[in-house]
């Protein structure tokens, strides 16, 4: 299983950005972002298969934007007009089978970071 290292969490003013890195990608085909706020399941936020197909939940659509730099083994998460709603523990997670579209639902992947903080405060 692929060793991720998720980073870049931290704090952040409503309205503003943040970028999510997780390395340790090196043999997913699929990869995804989910988040788990305290009280709350764990919720997939986007995935990506191949570099080229994405996949949103509804709630993060056109704020976040998910990729994938296969030279760099990385896969980022970047978070723009961020909402307190946005606060949680973020999670990278991957996979070895090529999924289309990808999912976003937490059984499709085998591998999984640590996870990362990130707070908006209104």
């Known amino acids: 299983q692929a060793q991720l290292v998720e980073s870049g969490g931290g704090s952040a003013q409503a309205g503003g950005s943040l970028r999510l890195s997780c390395a340790g990608a090196e043999y997913a085909n699929t990869m995804a972002w989910f988040r788990q706020a305290p009280g709350k399941e764990r919720e997939g936020v986007a995935a990506i298969t191949g570099g080229a197909k994405m996949a949103y939940a509804e709630l993060v659509k056109g704020r976040f934007i998910i990729s994938l730099d296969n030279a760099r083994n990385t896969l980022y998460l970047q978070m723009n007009s961020l909402k307190p709603e946005d606060t949680a523990m973020y999670y990278c997670?991957?996979?070895?089978?090529?999924?289309?579209?990808?999912?976003?639902?937490?059984?499709?992947?085998?591998?999984w970071g640590q996870g990362t903080q990130v707070t908006v405060s209104s």
């Open positions: 997670a991957a996979t070895v089978t090529f999924w289309l579209p990808p999912p976003l639902s937490s059984d499709s992947y085998h591998s």
